[in-house]
């Protein structure tokens, strides 16, 4: 069923709740940002080593996420159902029942931000999980297909980052790595941590 969005709501909206992206190279603080936010309405999903860099100073609620399926049923919980999705797909309405069936004293509700720490390693968790599914073999050899692999990767990374960035009501901080490159034209150049190969290679900072 179609609804119409008035101004005064999409205004209200877009003033309630922002998604952006950190990206930064190691080391240099991106994880203690997690500190200026208010411990009692965020939510940190943790990808990495146990959110060292803030231990023994954040005193909020954490998730920490060390397999795909968990990942998807943790981003379900937290951005509610899709209309849009088929019973049998990531992120239905049948999904988003189950997972409130089985979530262990996770109140979804009482959450303003989500800390996303970090895209890096959600997506090497992702990877991963990638290459163990159908997609990551060739139907003919049945030998692996990292082409396959890495399309199934960039779908599910891809959908999932979307279905948290229009949680209703919740702001979406993702935190990502950025590395040094040798690009083909010789000088080190930054960009986002990748988990695929790539024909570029890779220097020391």
């Not at 997690?34 to 146990?50: K, W």
Request: positive net charge; hydrophobic residues 40%; charged residues 20%.
């Amino acid at each position: 069923m179609m609804q119409l969005v008035t101004a005064v709501q999409r205004l209200a909206e877009i003033k309630r709740k922002v998604s952006m992206v950190i990206a930064g190279r190691a080391k240099v603080g991106k994880t203690s940002l997690l500190l200026t936010l208010p411990e009692v309405e965020t939510l940190a999903l943790d990808f990495e080593a146990g959110l060292a860099a803030v231990e023994g100073r954040w005193r909020g609620d954490s998730i920490s996420l060390r397999s795909w399926i968990d990942t998807v049923n943790v981003a379900c919980l937290l951005g509610g159902p899709d209309p849009s999705k088929a019973p049998d797909e990531a992120f239905s309405q049948a999904h988003y029942d189950h997972v409130v069936g089985i979530a262990s004293g996770i109140d979804a509700a009482r959450y303003k931000t989500i800390f996303v720490d970090s895209i890096t390693d959600l997506t090497r968790i992702a990877i991963g999980w990638a290459k163990t599914q159908p997609d990551a073999f060739s139907p003919r050899t049945g030998r692996p297909d990292l082409r396959g692999a890495y399309g199934l990767l960039a779908r599910e990374v891809i959908g999932l980052l979307k279905h948290l960035q229009h949680a209703p009501g919740k702001n979406v901080i993702f935190v990502g790595g950025l590395d040094y490159y040798m690009n083909e034209l010789g000088p080190k150049a930054r960009r986002p941590a990748q988990s695929s190969p790539t024909s570029s290679t890779r220097s020391s900072p």
